[in-house]
């Protein structure tokens, strides 16, 4: 049992808990490419964890594929054990963006992403 990637929940904190009750593994909420490569404080602190939280996967959104290369550069870095590409969020505000379920607009699945 994988304790699903969610925005605003899996923080630090609800991740150690989700480990210790059972979970085999622990996301991050899904991050920003953009603020990731643009080094956005806020953004690169959603990057940060413990061992103890091990196996952990760092979900990425984003449309644009060069900066989510360059964001998934910096988060292999710091040694994730899955970096995941988020392109199931339905959200309004993402998907007006191409992010998300909006990656796949007027493409084949995930075609736009190199
Ligand atoms: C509050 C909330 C935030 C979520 N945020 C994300 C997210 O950041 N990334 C993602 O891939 N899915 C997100 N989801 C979807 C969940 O990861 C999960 O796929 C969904 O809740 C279905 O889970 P279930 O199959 O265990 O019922 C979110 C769901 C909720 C309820």
Known sequence: MLAAPMAGISTPAYRL????????MVYTEMISSHGLAYKNKRTT???????????LGIQLFGADP?????AARLA???EPD????NFGCP??????????????????????IG
Do not use: C, H, N, W
């Open 17 to 24: 808990l989700a480990r210790r009750f059972g979970a085999a």
């Open 45 to 55: 602190d959603l990057l940060s964890f413990t061992a103890a939280e091990r196996p």
């Open 66 to 70: 060069e900066i989510m290369y360059q």
């Open 76 to 78: 292999s870095a710091i």
């Open 82 to 85: 899955i970096i995941d590409l």
């Open 91 to 112: 959200v309004k505000k993402i998907v007006k963006k191409k992010r998300g379920s909006g990656g796949f607009e007027g493409y084949g699945p995930g075609s736009s």
